[in-house]
């Protein structure tokens, strides 16, 4: 089985995907892209098999009202955490071990959706193979930043690009092989 690990996050127009405070109300948006598609996403949430997050997000998720249904969801923490769901598993240790032999094996349509922090550890290991970028339309001068400190130069193949009803740009791309 060939499994995908998809990077997906919500970004402001300015790279940030948290505010300090955490709140998350400016990911609304009242704006109106006349020519932007309506899509609820239903069918790409239901093809996902499994979620990767860092234990930051994890505990915010759980704050707000977890997102994630009952997809297998692995969170990766040094901590001892307080397990919440049945779904949910705890990794401490090497990403590489992570992906190579829990996930890939487990499942194919893997999305790894933050934060920050873990999407990075990621990127510099060059495990993520697809990215997967929501745009806000709004700039938020400061926050925690997407790609602080991503490792090194890579290609990316642009696989679609969405432009949707509420001003939302998703951009899709796919990591090219080194050398292409
Ligand atoms: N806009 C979006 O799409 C989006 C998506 C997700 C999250 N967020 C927001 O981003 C914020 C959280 O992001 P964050 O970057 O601060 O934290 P994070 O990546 O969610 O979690 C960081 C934690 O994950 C664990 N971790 C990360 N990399 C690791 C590694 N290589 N090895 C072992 N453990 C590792 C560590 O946990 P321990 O310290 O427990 O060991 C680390 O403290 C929240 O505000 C959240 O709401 C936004």
Redesign the pocket.
Known sequence: MRSTITLH???SLDGF??KKD?SISWMDTSDVYERGVTDDGAEVLQSIDCYV?????YE?ALELGWPYGDTPTVV????K?PCTRKTVEFY?GD?RKLVGEILAPRYRNIWL???????Q?FLKLGLVDEIRLMIAPVTLGDG?HLFGDSGTEQKWHLKNVVGYRNGYVELWYARQASGS
Do not use: E, F, P, Q
């Open positions: 996050l919500v970004a995907i948290a955490n997050l860092g234990s930051r997000t915010h990766v923490t040094k901590r955490l401490s990403l959706v933050g934060g920050a922090m873990l999407g550890s925690l």
